[in-house]
């Protein structure tokens, strides 16, 4: 096996639902060793499916596949003082810990940052809940949604006329998952300084903050409070988005030299070089239901296929709009392998979203994800429990 | 007492324009390293040209975008105009002074101009190189070109968000863009970590939209378990019901809530004094209540009618119950939350202070990440990279000048007026549409900006 950027990294997995467990598959995937440690029940996205024949098992989840690959899985009731005690044993020969209680919760069980730092000063522990550790609303609670509606994201997303529109995929969790990932590994690079540990504080809601591309800019420079309009994009890149195609749809951008010229040439109306919309973006932006009159035509009479090689060939940035029937069949991402194939346990051969860079020399690992409490056993005998311990642990609930 | 950043002591040569590689770089930049972007004055970065503050298009207005500095705060700016031989030149003398290199052309510019990975890594065999592309490398689309408003349909997200039987949808900002900047942050740290371990630097090719098909998790293994494609829902939950989003009272405020359990269930009838709502029983359990979600949706929105949003929120919050306010962006910059977690740093920029939201969503013990700096005005750091790292003279200085390699004002194909007309934002045609929801002059008292 290749090296892996994080060889020889041990991290505790303590978290569950999205954010924090794709932090922990990112770690894993950069090589650490990354112990998922589980109530008894299990991750509650062990539930949330989907299920082959949509029959629920709780090592047939999909998304728990998804979230979870190349983790090991030990489970273990941290509300008991004997699962606490196997948790800090565990946390003594780890690098760093995930975790995504609600605020103060693991702190009521002296699991909390300030509880652990003194006997484990390297230390990197990481929160990752929707909304942080302080903060009137850091008890609140929380989900990709309501993370989506504070960040001002879901006010621009959708028709005028309409509610506002979440992105959907529970994405803002995965915008918490990878700050936290960075903030993981930032916070080692301090310790590789320092020898010291710390307290990540990662908030979903926060992590949005990069996802802010002109709306707040446009009330702070400008007084105007930006509104939902066809989710269209900051108005001189209009169009910018996706249309009907005879065969489905495409997404329409013309990036920065597509007018006049390549889009008269596209339509195949080289006079439109000529047309005041065609010349001038913000009468185009203004009178856009008369664009749409030329462009839509032309759009619903052409393939997707089509209509992108000429775009491109014309330099402007067309896209395709992709559902994952076409994205796993998908010549461009077959050639780069992007899907890989794992064997997962109790399901069998399953193809999973592969490695999101590629890396020279320490390319990413991929793996299948663990049954509920697989490692469970080897773990424990590795910290020095022996079998009769771990009987009692298992027949007590413990693990 | 906060310690160092982490990343002090390394510097970032930042080649990467517009939104997603700038992120990465901005990101890296407020943990800690000095980054030195590189724009060409015959083609300075785009976004220079958005959110003009006070829409003032006059003088130098390429130094007072909004846009710019939210992705370039902190940086330091240089000129290096590609369409003379002598740019890459100084690339290369750039880069044994450096640890990273950032960029984001379609493959073939680099090579083009010969400053590759491959020719980079014989002149500083340990440096770490990342790509941000739409498509990567590699692969039959790897030259073609991409923005971030393609990028999220082409890596699938927008076929799961939609209208109930509508067409799909992007969300109203470049979302891979930001996404996969920060995807492309994590991957230089894991790279440093490498490198700190055995000295060696390596290559990173990172798709925009290979990053971002991930939060397609779920529809994706659907696909794969049971051969369906998502179908749009809305805001409505494959889980939980009900949920959405639901209207408030005032013209354009709203309220999203998740009812997850049971329990929940009760509690939010509980807390909006309807507790007959509870005792029906075509809601009684998740697929009762997933079966008549419309009738759900009529009773809830003939309460939250009668709320102001954020109250909304807090009464329900206040019982337990998973509720939060749609807050416009005037809200967000309001918010007593985000104001408390430092979600914004008051950068004072060009003659006033800009809320200016932070990149990285972590907030760490042992060390401050807040933004450092304004954005920088174009080539405002010539003198000092140039001659202070490479030692240039005052004369090699006046002839990059002279040639328009170097410089401090951008050379448009366009008469200036044009670009100004193209910059200034017609705001009252904005209102007329419906595209703003309000204008209001007096923006910086309420902000309690002035």
Request: hydrophobic share 40%; aromatic share 8%.
């Given at each position: 096996?290749?090296?892996a950027?994080?060889?020889?990294?041990?991290?505790?997995?303590?978290?569950?639902?999205?954010?924090?467990?794709?932090?922990?598959?990112?770690?894993?995937?950069?090589?650490?060793?990354?112990?998922?440690?589980?109530?008894?029940?299990?991750?509650?996205?062990?539930r949330?499916?989907?299920?082959?024949?949509?029959?629920?098992?709780?090592?047939?989840?999909?998304?728990?596949?998804?979230?979870?690959?190349?983790?090991?899985?030990?489970?273990?009731?941290i509300?008991?003082?004997?699962?606490?005690?196997?948790?800090?044993?565990?946390?003594?020969?780890a690098?760093?810990?995930?975790?995504?209680?609600?605020?103060?919760?693991?702190?009521?069980?002296?699991?909390?940052?300030?509880?652990l730092?003194?006997?484990?000063?390297?230390?990197?522990?990481?929160?990752v809940?929707?909304?942080?550790?302080?903060g009137?609303?850091?008890?609140f609670?929380?989900?990709?949604?309501?993370?989506?509606?504070?960040?001002?994201?879901?006010?621009?997303?959708?028709?005028?006329?309409?509610?506002?529109?979440?992105?959907?995929?529970?994405?803002?969790?995965?915008?918490?998952?990878?700050?936290?990932?960075?903030?993981v590994?930032?916070?080692?690079?301090?310790?590789?300084?320092?020898?010291?540990?710390?307290?990540?504080?990662?908030?979903?809601?926060?992590?949005?903050?990069?996802?802010?591309?002109?709306?707040?800019?446009?009330?702070?420079?400008?007084?105007?409070i930006?509104?939902?309009?066809?989710?269209?994009?900051?108005?001189?890149?209009?169009?910018?988005?996706?249309?009907?195609c005879?065969?489905g749809?495409?997404?329409?951008?013309f990036?920065?030299?597509?007018?006049?010229?390549?889009?008269?040439?596209l339509?195949?109306q080289?006079?439109?070089?000529?047309?005041?919309?065609?010349?001038?973006?913000?009468?185009?932006?203004?009178?856009?239901?008369?664009?749409?009159?030329?462009?839509?035509?032309?759009?619903?009479?052409?393939?997707?296929?089509?209509?992108?090689?000429?775009?491109?060939?014309l330099?402007?940035?067309?896209?395709?709009?992709?559902?994952?029937?076409t994205?796993?069949?998908?010549?461009h991402?077959?050639?780069?392998?992007?899907?890989?194939?794992?064997?997962?346990?109790?399901?069998?051969?399953v193809?999973?979203?592969?490695?999101?860079?590629?890396?020279?020399e320490t390319?990413?690992?991929?793996?299948?994800?663990?049954?509920?409490?697989?490692?469970?056993?080897?773990?424990?005998?590795?910290?020095?429990?022996?079998?009769?311990?771990?009987?009692?642990?298992?027949?007590?609930?413990?693990? | 007492?906060?310690?160092?950043?982490?990343?002090?002591?390394?510097?970032?040569?930042?080649?990467?324009?517009?939104?997603?590689?700038?992120?990465?770089?901005?990101?890296?930049?407020?943990?800690?390293?000095?980054?030195?972007?590189?724009?060409?004055?015959?083609?300075?970065?785009?976004?220079?040209?958005?959110?003009i503050?006070?829409?003032?298009?006059?003088?130098?207005?390429?130094n007072?975008?909004?846009y710019?500095?939210?992705?370039?705060?902190g940086?330091?700016s240089?000129?290096?105009?590609?369409?003379?031989?002598?740019?890459?030149?100084l690339v290369?003398?750039?880069?044994p002074?450096?640890?990273?290199?950032?960029?984001?052309f379609?493959?073939?510019?680099?090579?083009?101009?010969?400053?590759?990975?491959?020719?980079l890594?014989?002149?500083k065999?340990d440096?770490?190189?990342?790509?941000l592309s739409?498509?990567?490398?590699?692969?039959?689309?790897?030259?073609?070109?991409?923005?971030g408003?393609?990028?999220?349909?082409?890596?699938g997200?927008?076929?799961?968000?939609?209208?109930?039987?509508?067409?799909?949808?992007?969300t109203?900002i470049?979302?891979?863009?930001p996404y996969?900047?920060?995807?492309?942050?994590?991957?230089?740290?894991?790279?440093?970590?490498?490198r700190?371990?055995?000295?060696?630097?390596?290559?990173?090719?990172?798709?925009?939209?290979?990053?971002?098909?991930?939060?397609?998790?779920?529809?994706?293994?659907?696909?794969?378990l049971?051969?369906?494609d998502?179908?749009?829902?809305?805001?409505?939950?494959?889980?939980f019901?009900?949920?959405?989003?639901?209207?408030?009272?005032?013209?354009?405020?709203?309220?999203?809530?998740?009812?997850?359990?049971?329990?929940?269930?009760?509690?939010?009838?509980?807390?909006?004094?309807?507790?007959?709502?509870?005792?029906?029983?075509?809601f009684?359990?998740?697929?009762?209540?997933?079966?008549?979600?419309?009738?759900?949706?009529?009773?809830?929105?003939s309460?939250?009618?009668?709320?102001?949003?954020?109250?909304?929120?807090?009464?329900?919050?206040?019982?337990g119950?998973l509720?939060a306010?749609?807050?416009n962006?005037?809200?967000?910059?309001?918010?007593?939350?985000?104001r408390?977690?430092?979600?914004?740093?008051?950068?004072?920029?060009?003659g006033?202070?800009?809320?200016?939201?932070?990149?990285?969503?972590?907030?760490?013990?042992?060390?401050?990440?807040?933004t450092t700096?304004?954005?920088?005005?174009?080539?405002?750091?010539?003198?000092?990279?140039l001659?202070?790292?490479?030692?240039l003279?005052?004369?090699?200085?006046?002839e990059?000048?002279?040639?328009?390699?170097?410089?401090?004002?951008?050379?448009?194909?366009?008469?200036?007026?044009?670009?100004?007309?193209?910059?200034?934002?017609?705001?009252?045609?904005?209102l007329?549409?419906?595209?703003?929801?309000?204008?209001?002059?007096?923006?910086?008292q309420q902000?309690?900006?002035?």
């Open positions: 096996m290749a090296e950027a994080l060889d020889g990294l041990r991290v505790v997995d303590l978290s569950q639902g999205i954010a924090g467990p794709y932090a922990g598959k990112l770690l894993a995937g950069c090589g650490a060793d990354v112990i998922k440690v589980e109530p008894p029940q299990g991750d509650y996205a062990r949330l499916g989907p299920f082959p024949g949509d029959e629920p098992h709780h090592d047939k989840g999909g998304l728990f596949v998804h979230l979870n690959g190349g983790k090991k899985s030990v489970t273990l009731d509300e008991t003082e004997s699962g606490r005690a196997v948790l800090r044993k565990l946390l003594a020969g690098d760093a810990l995930i975790e995504s209680h609600p605020p103060g919760h693991l702190s009521s069980l002296g699991l909390g940052y300030d509880d730092k003194a006997g484990l000063p390297g230390l990197v522990y990481c929160s809940t929707p909304f942080g550790q302080t009137p609303y850091a008890d609670q929380g989900n990709s949604l309501a993370c989506l509606a504070l960040s001002g994201l879901m006010y621009v997303t959708g028709d005028p006329d309409k509610e506002p529109l979440a992105t959907g995929g529970e994405a803002a969790d995965y915008f918490g998952g990878v700050t936290a990932w960075i903030a590994l930032a916070a080692l690079e301090h310790r590789a300084k320092t020898n010291d540990g710390q307290h990540v504080d990662v908030a979903v809601l926060d992590s949005l903050g990069t996802a802010d591309e002109y709306n707040t800019a446009m009330y702070a420079s400008l007084g105007a930006r509104k939902r309009f066809h989710s269209r994009h900051h108005f001189p890149a209009y169009p910018s988005e996706i249309y009907p005879r065969d749809h495409i997404v329409v951008v990036g920065a030299n597509g007018f006049p010229l390549p889009m008269a040439i339509l195949e080289i006079e439109l070089e000529n047309n005041p919309m065609f010349q001038n973006h913000w009468i185009r932006f203004i009178q856009w239901q008369q664009f749409e009159e030329i462009l839509r035509p032309y759009l619903l009479e052409h393939d997707w296929r089509d209509i992108l090689t000429r775009a491109q060939e330099r402007m940035p067309f896209g395709r709009v992709m559902t994952p029937s994205l796993l069949d998908d010549e991402l077959s050639e780069r392998e992007f899907f890989v194939e794992v064997e997962q346990p109790d399901v069998g051969e193809r999973i979203a592969g490695p999101v860079f590629k890396m020279s390319p990413l690992r991929q793996g299948p994800a663990p049954t509920l409490g697989e490692h469970t056993h080897d773990i424990l005998l590795d910290l020095g429990y022996d079998a009769d311990d771990t009987r009692i642990l298992r027949e007590r609930g413990v693990t | 007492m906060p310690g160092d950043r982490p990343l002090a002591g390394l510097r970032v040569l930042d080649l990467a324009q517009v939104y997603a590689g700038p992120t990465c770089s901005r990101i890296l930049s407020d943990l800690g390293a000095e980054v030195i972007k590189v724009e060409g004055i015959h083609r300075v970065d785009i976004v220079r040209n958005f959110v503050y006070d829409n003032k298009t006059q003088d130098d207005y390429f007072r975008a909004h710019f500095l939210l992705r370039n705060a940086k330091k240089i000129t290096l105009d590609f369409q003379d031989p002598r740019a890459p030149e290369k003398r750039l880069v002074h450096v640890d990273i290199v950032t960029e984001s379609t493959p073939r510019v680099l090579a083009q101009h010969g400053i590759a990975y491959d020719s890594r014989e002149i065999p440096i770490v190189m990342i790509s739409g498509y990567g490398q590699t692969g039959p689309w790897r030259d073609y070109t991409a923005y408003m393609a990028l999220e349909p082409a890596s997200i927008s076929s799961f968000t939609g209208y109930r039987g509508g067409d799909p949808l992007r109203g470049s979302f891979t863009d996969s900047g920060m995807v492309g942050a994590g991957a230089v740290l894991a790279a440093l970590a490498y700190r371990r055995t000295g060696k630097g390596q290559y990173i090719d990172l798709s925009e939209q290979e990053a971002a098909i991930p939060v397609g998790g779920y529809a994706l293994m659907d696909r794969v049971n051969g369906r998502p179908e749009r829902t809305g805001n409505r939950s494959p889980w019901a009900p949920q959405g989003c639901y209207p408030c009272r005032g013209d354009d405020d709203w309220l999203v809530l998740t009812i997850r359990d049971d329990a929940e269930w009760r509690a939010f009838c509980d807390a909006v004094a309807h507790p007959e709502w509870a005792e029906d029983e075509r009684a359990d998740v697929p009762g209540r997933h079966a008549h979600h419309d009738q759900l949706d009529e009773l809830i929105a309460w939250t009618r009668e709320y102001d949003h954020v109250e909304a929120m807090h009464l329900l919050q206040g019982a119950v509720a306010a749609v807050l962006p005037k809200e967000v910059l309001l918010d007593p939350h985000l408390e977690r430092g979600y914004f740093d008051m950068i004072e920029d060009r006033g202070v800009r809320p200016t939201a932070r990149q990285l969503g972590a907030r760490f013990s042992a060390f401050d990440t807040s700096a304004p954005a920088p005005k174009l080539g405002e750091h010539n003198r000092e990279v001659q202070g790292l490479l030692g003279s005052d004369e090699e200085m006046a990059l000048a002279e040639g328009k390699v170097i410089g401090d004002t951008p050379e448009f194909a366009v008469p200036i007026q044009v670009m100004q007309a193209f910059v200034q934002w017609p705001l009252q045609s904005f007329q549409m419906g595209c703003v929801r309000a204008v209001e002059p007096d923006y910086r902000l309690g900006l002035d």
